[in-house]
């Protein structure tokens, strides 16, 4: 008889997340010469830094925790928000939410680094950056940033760069959001920026490199900024404007004014409030400053057979070309939330736009008239969406009544009230909001622009932003861009260092529960009850796993995680009168990112040499850390190393760096080796960014978004990133407190419903699978480093180098040819130039990675064939793929059969991936660099 018992392994963790079952497990180890898991993790994993406990919590089963997800929802409290401070409820469209933001096709891919697989969401960021740059009226838009906030650090120190002015100062409009404000002087006071806030009558040019306003402003006023912008010219210095695109659907555009670069949200174009993110930030500035432009650009160029074809064009991505000498970090980006709003533009167009813009516009005017008619202060001039209003004592009544009445207002100092209409906004709500005012006045929606400020051009032009509406051609056009990309939904993706793992439905469905998505990230705390619930709960879980003491959910990105690790240790070392410690050690094989935020956290950064095995060269650290003496502020380590390796000596490399009086910084990225079997905290390390967009399973979203929360040791946790809204003595390194907090509830159901068990059984057998691939590719690829007996961690990296000399095949070669079957391509030439960094995460059950394996067999066999002359040396598989399905029906005039090209060892018979273009052509794109919509010929050459 079957006991109940005997189902206990087919909950969550074994059977849902853990991709190999127990059998296919049994085989794997076979492979890799030993018997059992725990010898595998014995012979790999150090003694000398694995954990004594067991992660102790149990795990939950799927309806359990959609039970706990609707519990904590009901704990949160939705009323109409008109808080607006840069955040607007919004409605998101239906076809818009099933199809875009609920769908893997479209969450689950990676950042279009190979462009020939990720055509789809290439067009749809284009169409990103041409909404931005057709509103904004500047030529060149980014294909998105993390938040305005961090948008506006980031316009900051673009201007710095390319201004000829040799002032140090920049001037901010007192006017800006106040967190706006308190990120641009967080990252100010570390490069030695002079920020001088105050009223644009006081602006002096001549002592400024440049300056932002912002239009709309943090109160709802308007104002022409075209004369400051021509003076700040006149001083060789730079205008910046931060700005609403839906406002700017009615309003003078920033390039009309001669603004050299425009900021802002995209959120209010369809993205929900979710308690402050994600949200696409977007960037534009003029033509000659765009090679300067912080972030990804999206370009178009032709492929192999001069068809159009996208792909990221001048990236800066800076932290990997200048590293230490970088002045962004910015490796991430929103990508899907600026493709949501994206299709929200094409959904609606131009005119549909403009409906909306007027609607919120001619409902803020109505209430102004209206208080105006009651006899309230109401400030003068023009608006958009914002009515300031002083009301003296009165200020805690009437924001009490609105509360009652289920709306929520800002309150401006002790006197003043602001309220933000916004897409939602309807009569029957402005007549709840005028009864908290005492005013029943029949009122008349009505559009007040003043002929200077109303826009005199036209907009969303392109034939793209005009197409039929009905949402069976929107449904259509979704799904054929969705089709053009290689995501997970697909096939396994298996990028070293990116971990690219399951992204379970039941941890996705809460992202769009109302009660997590309509919470404006400035609502009183009684509105959040569920959402601080579940950050204490994860950041508690998060806690245990790594053994720090307290966590900063704030980061919005890994390197924003970094960047507020450091900021951390220095707010720390100033605390204790050591403002002389500057100086951080890196190793050669770090991150871009490390360098480049130590740069920006005001520290110099001094580099340590790699050993031969990969190894922190520990000798090299010693004389340098001697050197530093009482300078050294931190170290920088990756651990397991970038190299894939567990390093027996990161606790002596923790204990030199803490007898100089310094901080070690543990890289977070590769945590999916360490959940369960070793803890950060406990190897000697002080401050941790997570990388919760790879360890704990928030879906990478085709470039963003991500989460990097930090965690630190007791005696860091007073220096954690503070906000204007919630306090702290460390300045905000986000727009919102914690940072894209709506995503949070995929890492609470992961955590939850895996167990401390469950996570612990996941690292094994992702160890367990990158090991796997390594003894099956042996002989056949070198497997450039290894640690104790041999063993990797997580993550392999492929020697790929010798190929170029025998077959003058490169890495990207093989990185297309893997397309040809079915596969996204391991990471690339990093961190050693020429060679394929592998890693196959736990999620991939064996028949996955067995068909990875033929393929990347195939591909050797193919290059062995090249280098015996069997095989032509230029008009081979490996030089002309990826293989198109017009390249399957045209002239066949290769010297290898159409099956060979199209159909290799490990590619799908039935269920074929077909790359949409051949090789995109590189060169051609940078050198006519196109930024925008194509014409509308290129469309139509498509369609035929």
């Known amino acids: 008889m079957t006991k109940l018992t005997d189902y206990d392994t087919y909950d969550f963790a074994n059977r849902r997340h853990i991709g190999p079952s127990p059998s296919e497990m049994d085989d794997m180890l076979a492979a890799c010469g030993v018997e059992t898991l725990d010898q595998l993790i014995d012979e790999t994993v150090p003694p000398s830094i694995r954990q004594a406990d067991p992660l102790p919590w149990p795990q939950m089963t799927e309806h359990a925790i959609l039970a706990r997800m609707r519990d904590l929802a009901s704990k949160n409290r939705v009323t109409v928000s008109m808080i607006g401070q840069g955040y607007s409820d919004t409605v998101t469209p239906p076809a818009i939410q099933r199809n875009i933001l609920e769908n893997p096709a479209w969450y689950t891919a990676y950042t279009p680094y190979q462009p020939e697989i990720a055509q789809g969401r290439l067009e749809a960021l284009l169409n990103f950056q041409t909404m931005v740059s057709d509103l904004t009226g500047l030529p060149v838009a980014n294909a998105s940033l993390l938040d305005e906030a961090t948008a506006c650090a980031e316009a900051m120190v673009m201007a710095q760069r390319v201004s000829k002015s040799k002032a140090m100062g920049f001037f901010v409009d007192g006017r800006c959001h106040p967190q706006n404000i308190e990120v641009m002087r967080t990252r100010a006071e570390p490069l030695g920026i002079e920020l001088i806030v105050g009223k644009v009558d006081d602006l002096v040019p001549e002592h400024v490199f440049g300056a932002i306003f912002q239009y709309p402003d943090t109160t709802g006023g308007l104002q022409d900024f075209t004369p400051q912008i021509e003076a700040l010219h006149g001083a060789k210095a730079l205008g910046i404007v931060a700005t ?31 308690y402050g993110g994600p949200h696409a930030a977007f960037f534009a500035c003029a033509d000659a400053y765009k090679r300067s432009m912080p972030g990804r650009l999206v370009g178009v160029s032709v492929d192999s057979h001069g068809h159009k074809a996208y792909r990221l064009s001048l990236q800066t991505r800076e932290q990997h070309i200048r590293r230490e000498k970088a002045m962004s970090n910015v490796c991430t980006a929103q990508a899907l939330l600026a493709v949501m709003a994206s299709f929200y533009a094409v959904f609606h167009g131009p005119k549909g736009l403009h409906h909306i813009a007027t609607h919120v516009h001619a409902h803020a005017v109505a209430v102004k008239d209206a208080l105006i008619g009651a006899g309230f202060d109401v400030a003068e001039g023009a608006i958009f969406d914002t009515v300031t209003v002083a009301v003296g004592a009165m200020q805690g009544v009437i924001w009490q009544n609105a509360r009652a009445a289920g709306i929520t207002l800002r309150r401006v100092g002790k006197n003043r009230l602001t309220i933000a209409c916004d897409e939602i906004t309807d009569t029957e ?49 979704m799904r054929r861009l969705a089709d053009r990309d290689l995501a997970l939904d697909r096939s396994m993706i298996p990028l070293g260092s990116c971990t690219m793992k399951l992204n379970a439905a039941v941890e996705m469905m809460p992202v769009t529960f109302p009660e997590f998505g309509r919470i404006h990230p400035f609502a009183p705390v009684q509105d959040a009850e569920g959402y601080k619930e579940m950050i204490d709960e994860l950041s508690d879980r998060l806690c245990v796993i790594t053994g720090y003491d307290a966590m900063s959910m704030q980061p919005n990105s890994g390197a924003q995680g970094e960047y507020a690790g450091l900021l951390t240790i220095a707010a720390y070392h100033a605390a204790k009168g050591d403002t002389n410690r500057r100086i951080c050690l890196i190793p050669t094989s770090a991150h871009g990112t490390n360098p480049a935020s130590a740069q920006m956290a005001g520290m110099k950064v ?17 004389a340098k850390a001697d050197a530093a003496g009482d300078d050294l502020a931190a170290c920088m380590i990756t651990y397991p190393s970038t190299h894939g390796v567990f390093e027996d000596t990161v606790k002596e490399v923790c204990e030199i760096t803490h007898a100089h009086g310094g901080q070690v910084y543990l890289d977070g990225a590769n945590l999916n080796a360490m959940v369960g079997l070793s803890k950060p905290g406990e190897i ?72 401390g068990a469950g996570l612990t059984q996941a690292t094994k ?31 392999c990296i492929l020697d790929t180098r010798p190929f170029a000399e025998s077959a003058h095949v490169t890495v990207d070669d093989i990185a297309k040819r893997l397309m040809d079957n079915g ?9 050693v130039a020429g060679t394929l960094m592998v890693e196959p995460t736990e999620s991939e059950p064996k028949p996955e990675l067995d068909r990875f394996i033929d393929a990347m067999l195939a591909i050797r066999a193919e290059v062995d064939a090249i280098a015996s002359g069997e095989m032509d040396a230029q008009n081979n598989p490996l030089k002309n793929a990826p293989h198109t399905m017009e390249d399957l029906v045209r002239d066949w005039d290769r010297p290898y059969s159409r099956e060979a090209g199209c159909f290799p060892p490990g590619a799908f018979r039935v269920d074929k991936y077909w790359p949409p273009v051949n090789r995109v052509d590189n060169v051609a794109g940078d050198r006519n660099l196109i930024c925008t919509c194509p014409p509308v010929e290129d469309y139509l050459e498509a369609a035929e």
Not at 823 to 831: E, G, I, K, L
């Open 244 to 274: 609403d695109l839906l406002a700017l659907c009615l309003l003078k555009e920033p390039g009309a004014m001669g603004a050299d670069i425009a900021v802002g949200s995209a959120q209010r174009f369809g993205v929900p409030l979710g």
């Open 429 to 477: 709500i402005l007549s709840r909001l005028l009864a908290a005012f005492g005013v029943e006045e029949t009122f008349e929606p009505r559009v007040d622009i003043p002929a200077d400020l109303q826009r005199q051009t036209d907009y969303l032009t392109h034939p793209i932003f005009h197409m039929n509406r009905a949402e069976a051609e929107m449904m259509r056009y």
């Open 606 to 622: 001094v580099i340590v040499k790699a050993a031969e095995n990969g190894d922190v060269d520990l000798e090299d650290f010693r």
């Open 684 to 755: 000697g390390a002080d401050v941790s960014h997570l990388n919760l967009h790879k360890t704990f399973c928030i879906p990478h979203g085709g470039g963003g978004p991500g989460m990097g929360p930090i965690g630190v040791k007791a005696h860091l946790e007073p220096y954690l990133p503070g906000h204007p809204e919630t306090g702290g003595s460390t300045g905000p390194v986000s727009a919102a407190p914690y940072g894209s907090a709506s995503i949070l509830p995929i890492s609470y159901a992961y955590v939850m419903m895996m167990g």
């Open 765 to 795: 057998v992702a160890i367990l699978s990158a090991n796997y691939i390594a003894a099956r590719l042996k002989g056949s690829y070198d497997v450039l480093y290894g640690g104790r007996r041999g063993r990797i961690a997580h993550e």
């Open 823 to 831: 596969f996204h391509a391991p990471t690339m030439s990093w961190p």
